[in-house]
């Protein structure tokens, strides 16, 4: 079991239920350090006094809020301590219940998992079920990391999650990036453009997605490690504004292949270079990170 980064209970009314949280995301990002090319050595970073021009040790560091310009208010661990015992620091504290499919998924930030705190099942269960039976999810705030936060706990797959939100105030307004006046669509345009959505609907099945780039990354890696060169392919001149009825004539005709990815060398240079190497990876062809577009659609057509 992973380790948990917090420990409170939910407050259901007069009702507390103790729950620990854990993340719900492992995060798989390449993680890179600077390098002095001169002799290999890591580069280090100081916190340095700007007054004074001096490296600072930890202990002389605090957090300081600028109350005018120039004039910083010093906070302690124990102001920030006594601002969360306030706000009920370690409780989660339910304000409403709402229906999930009200809220706009841009007010979600993050997804924790709550599990049960020691001895506390039974509770813990008891207010599961009755989220489960009602289909509702909570609205709830509580302080973690020296800030209020607002989350929606719900129920997935008999265990609650935390959606940490932004609040209101924090989610940008649409109407400054609204046009002002969009054209009409064109009917043929839009019939046709509805029928190459429903040709693609399906199910949501997260695991036919992955991190391409991820993984073109690691190759480069590994081949720089055996003493490989890496030669980046020519960048891809812009594409000239398309015939939008000929682009979705096209995509119609496409989406009626066969599903298996054999197709002519025309309808391969359709596809966008990421679709290729997604192809060119299933069909484990070989250099394919190297490859340009062309490339690409040569290894594939030959195949």
């Not at 700007?50 to 600028?66: M, N, R, T, W």
């Not at 679709?275 to 060119?280: F, H, P």
């Not at 484990?284 to 594939?300: I, Q």
Request: aromatic residues 8%; hydrophobic residues 35%.
């Amino acid at each position: 079991m992973p380790r948990s980064i917090w420990s409170g209970s939910i407050s259901f009314g007069l009702v507390n239920v103790p729950v620990r949280m854990f993340s719900a995301i492992q995060e798989k990002d390449l993680h890179f350090h600077y390098i002095h090319t001169k002799d290999g050595g890591r580069i280090g970073y100081e916190k340095v006094c700007k007054a004074e021009g001096k490296p600072v040790p930890d202990d002389e560091i605090a957090k300081g809020f600028e109350w005018e310009e120039g004039e910083h208010v010093l906070l302690t661990d124990e102001d920030f301590e006594a601002a969360a015992a306030t706000e009920q620091g370690k409780s989660i504290d339910i304000k409403d219940f709402v229906p999930y499919d009200q809220i706009d998924p841009i007010y979600f930030e993050r997804t924790y998992m709550l599990g049960p705190g020691d001895g506390a099942e039974r509770v813990y269960a008891l207010l599961t079920e009755a989220m489960e039976r009602s289909g509702l999810a909570a609205i709830a705030k509580y302080v973690m990391r020296d800030k209020q936060n607002l989350g929606c706990l719900r129920v997935r797959d008999g265990l609650i999650t935390l959606e940490k939100m932004y609040f209101a105030d924090e989610v940008r307004p649409l109407e400054p990036m609204r046009p002002d006046k969009l054209p009409k669509p064109d009917k043929r345009e839009l019939d046709m453009a509805i029928e190459l959505v429903d040709r693609l609907r399906g199910d949501f099945r997260p695991d036919r997605y992955e991190d391409t780039y991820r993984d073109t990354l690691c190759e480069i890696i590994e081949r720089k490690r055996k003493g490989g060169t890496v030669t980046a392919p020519e960048e891809e001149k812009p594409a000239a504004p398309p015939d939008v009825m000929a682009a979705l004539m096209a995509s119609l005709e496409r989406s009626t292949g066969d599903g298996n990815g054999a197709r002519g060398r025309d309808d391969l240079a359709q596809l966008s270079r990421d679709e290729l190497y997604e192809r060119a990876k299933k069909a484990d062809v070989a250099g394919r990170s190297d490859m340009s577009k062309e490339e690409l659609v040569e290894a594939l057509a030959s195949r």
